[in-house]
């Protein structure tokens, strides 16, 4: 089946620093790769729909400069986490539109800002 | 408003016994409709899809459009099907409406 990495699993930074998280489809290509944030015990939050080529689309509510969104490719979209702060730690999940248009998931990536 | 709804934060059962995982929506137009599971350190992965009709792991769902409802069910719960359970809902935009979540416990 499609499978979607993301990268890196697990990430520890300073406050005041950015990170940057990859989400790559490995077999397919997607024009559409969606990055959701989830909260202790809470559902998936949808922050932005990326689309390849083309700007971001945020949630409301969502800081667009805050939270950095690049799909260079076809297969790559990037969150960067700006000038991290501890509210911002959270875990962070991408997905990318794959065949039969299904939505296939990252495994995640646990953000701690110290 | 496009909305899913998963009334049970926490569904525990005995192993062997029946479980059904609630999921109601409310959508104007046709709905795409899908489970979702989260094992325990591991990803989410795609469950089932109402229009595939199909069971797998041994559960089913059937889109109920008069009660706006995609319950999930199993006859015989195992060990192994514990885990978080998403009823989602495909909108414009392939955007995927999320429900709360169920967390089911399988006790033995």
């Known amino acids: 089946g499609a499978v979607v990495s993301q990268h890196p699993s697990r990430v520890i930074c300073k406050s005041g620093t950015s990170v940057k998280i990859e989400c790559r489809s490995l077999d397919f290509q997607a024009t559409t790769m969606f990055w959701y944030r989830q909260f202790p015990k809470q559902s998936l939050m949808l922050m932005a729909t990326?689309?390849?080529?083309?700007?971001?689309?945020?949630e409301q509510g969502v800081e667009k400069d805050k939270f950095l969104i690049n799909h260079a490719s076809l297969t790559l979209s990037t969150l960067t986490v700006t000038s991290a702060h501890p509210e911002d730690s959270s875990f962070y999940i991408c997905s990318a539109r794959g065949p039969q248009n299904w939505a296939f998931f990252g495994q995640g990536t646990r953000l701690t800002v110290v | 408003a496009q909305r899913v709804t998963q009334p049970e934060k926490l569904l525990s059962v005995f192993k062997g016994a029946p479980v059904e995982l609630k999921c109601n929506y409310s959508?104007?137009?046709?709905?795409?409709l899908f489970w979702y599971v989260q094992y325990s350190r591991q990803r989410l992965q795609l469950l089932l899809r109402?229009?595939?009709?199909?069971s797998i792991k041994g559960f089913t769902a059937d889109l109920n459009k008069g009660e706006t409802s995609f319950h999930l069910k199993k006859p015989f719960a195992q060990e192994e099907d514990s885990a978080m359970y998403y009823c989602a809902l495909s909108g414009s935009n392939y955007q995927l409406i999320w429900g709360a979540g169920t967390k089911l416990i399988i006790k033995p």
């Open positions: 109402h229009i595939s009709r199909e």
């Open positions: 990326s689309n390849e080529g083309s700007k971001a689309t945020y």
């Open positions: 959508y104007s137009g046709s709905p795409e």
